[in-house]
């Protein structure tokens, strides 16, 4: 099936690539397809597999990098020419921190219940290599403009593959989609390894072994 | 204010709460710096160290600067410069001593700032109303932990490369596959000690 898969998608990506002529729209579909932040280059799991056992949360979380990636990625571009050299991952830290902090109060504020189940992994925004890696290899050489659109793009890759785990894991681990019964428990048991940590594990392994398969042989020689 | 014991909360915090088999934290070193025996314990003794000693100073620092002065929703911002300032000592410290491992972890020591697992560790230590000896406890019980489970898993991996696995699943994804059979494993420790 998963070779029926990777059939259906090639062309896909041939037709895209010769649409992808402005630039803008390669950062896209590099940060959000090609250079996968988390399915291929395996940035910033910990979240990703911390906050997957709902698909709200993950939905949630995957806002939550959206934004701080633009944001960071904004202001990073916008100071690269008056940070010193040596001390710009402080201040890419700071700024990255700023900008969590933001999010962090504003589920706060609003959004309490949210904030509680989401726990330390708001704050742990701050140290996930997708936001630090995008500000470092690609904000400190771009326009803002183009640094957004990359934040983007990075943001939504992850995000969409934080939904598609977490709808795995809620939909086999609970049977349930959005707390919807889904899975009948009538015919199925839910599987409750897949809400626990192992599950998540298991889940992202997967995925990225089916971005493998997507991918083509080719994704293997750029490890 | 919880009164278990800094010993428990050592012991829980290596193998029933590891921090990451169960709480996920520095899975980007984990998977990439698990390569060899040699440079996982290296970066495992790196991690402890700097583990045990930022959970102490940000507890200091929360209790006695932060706290007082109302500005708790800089925590994040204050831990963080803490970290990078402490990590950025280390690896002076390290160039200066052990060269050899120096080189061996190579990007992965700055990168100790970016752990989530340190951050981590400072960020449940407030959020489960530690005190100071048991800030103490947990923050070294969750370096040994990561440490544990780290050097386990470039066991793992070392053995592994014999093994024929089929193409998609070879590098990364094989490893996650691995640590999900390490964490059931540690699952079973669940019903010894228990905190939170």
Known sequence: MTAKMADSQKPNCMSCGGFCQGKGLLTLKDGAWTNNPLAIQVLGICSALAVTNRLENSLVMGAALIFVCIGSNLFVSLLRK?????????????IIATFVILFDQ????????????????VGLIITNCIVMGRAEAFALQNRP????????????????????IGFFRELLGTGRVFGHVVLSSNWYTPNQIMILAPGAFFALGIVIAVFNILKGPDAEENK | MNETSALIILVAAILTNNILLTNFLGMCSFIACSGQIGTAVGL??????????????????????????????????VFIVVIAAFVQFVEMFVERFSPKLYFALGIFLPLITVNCAILGASLFMIIRKYNFLQSVGFGLGAGLGWALAIILMAGLRQKMRYSNVPEPFRGVSIAMIVTCVLAMAFMGF????AIQ
């Open chain 1, 82 to 94: 008056h940070t010193p050299h040596r001390i710009r991952m402080i201040a890419e830290v700071a």
């Open chain 1, 106 to 121: 504003f589920l706060k504020a609003f959004y309490w219940d949210m904030s509680k189940q989401l726990g330390p992994y």
């Open chain 1, 145 to 164: 403009v183009l640094s957004m659109v990359d934040g983007l793009a990075n943001g939504m890759g992850y995000a969409a593959v934080l939904a598609i």
């Open chain 2, 44 to 77: 495992g003794t790196a991690v402890t160290f700097v583990m045990t000693t930022t959970t102490m100073l940000n507890y200091v620092i929360y209790h006695c600067v932060l706290i007082p002065l109302g500005l708790c929703h800089l925590t994040f911002i």
């Open chain 2, 190 to 193: 669940a019903g010894m000690v």
